[in-house]
Antibody
Framework: QVQLQESGPGLVKPSQTLSLTCTVS??????????WSWIRQSPGKGLEWIAY???????DYNPSLKSRVFISIDKSKNQFSLKLTSVTAADTAVYYC????????????WGQGALVTVSS | EIVMTQSPATLSVSPGERATLSCRAS??????LAWYQQKPGQAPRLLIY???TRAAGFPARFSGSGSGTDFTLTIRSLQSEDFAVYFC?????????FGQGTKVESK
């Protein structure tokens, strides 16, 4: 079955850019009607959907983060990535990559999560 | 955005008893509701979708109901492995939004 795995730095300095990559295994990132997404979880904000990329080119972002977020896909590596600019301590969270099963479908499966701490 | 509100925040239940968790949406989401189970140190795992369809791997003691704005997750005869945090999530509109979670703990 499809599995997702996040990777990237666990510590980012304030005002810098957070970069994470999700590697998809057990299936092609190019196949199916999937919305490859990023979700984060923090004690203060709970679970927050960040962005999706669909069909390798269509994207959407949470309005609360839209000015700072960019999502991209690398089909050759079966990966998709997240960049979040100008981070502050409020961006400290566990970041999950997930697969949205379709337009009106839940998220399944989830990666194991990557803790990113914003601190100098 | 659609606001999801869960209650209670914490539910203390004895093993073998029933747990009833509630989730309310700020506007109608028809049946586009999912429940997730999260155990410490793990990612959330899809439990229920379509408000009432159980995901693979979960036993029949888990059931979901509701439509529109009010939803319920019921766990019959709680087992030790069911103590966890449960989140509801709407997928009727973007941005997708989650409830704050209900922690089911052992009484």
């Amino acid at each position: 079955q499809v599995q997702l795995q996040e990777s990237g730095p666990g510590l980012v300095k304030p005002s810098q850019t957070l970069s994470l990559t999700c590697t998809v295994s057990g299936g092609s990132i190019s196949s199916g009607d999937y919305y490859w997404s990023w979700i984060r979880q923090s004690p203060g904000k709970g679970l927050e959907w960040i962005a999706y990329i669909y069909n390798s080119e269509s994207t959407d972002y949470n309005p609360s983060l839209k000015s700072r977020v960019f999502i991209s896909i690398d089909k050759s590596k079966n990966q998709f990535s997240l960049k979040l600019t100008s981070v502050t301590a409020a961006d400290t969270a566990v970041y999950y990559c997930v697969r949205g099963r379709g337009w009106l479908q839940p998220f399944d499966p989830w990666g194991q999560g990557a803790l990113v701490t914003v601190s100098s | 955005e659609i606001v999801m509100t869960q209650s209670p925040a914490t539910l203390s239940v004895s093993p073998g008893e029933r747990a009833t968790l509630s989730c309310r949406a700020s506007q109608s989401i028809t049946s586009d509701l999912a429940w997730y189970q999260q155990k410490p140190g793990q990612a959330p795992r899809l439990l229920i979708y379509g408000a009432s369809t159980r995901a693979a791997g979960f036993p029949a003691r888990f059931s979901g109901s509701g439509s529109g704005t009010d939803f319920t997750l019921t766990i019959r005869s709680l087992q030790s492995e069911d103590f966890a945090v449960y989140f509801c999530q709407q997928y009727n509109a973007w941005p997708r939004t989650f409830g704050q979670g209900t922690k089911v703990e052992s009484k």
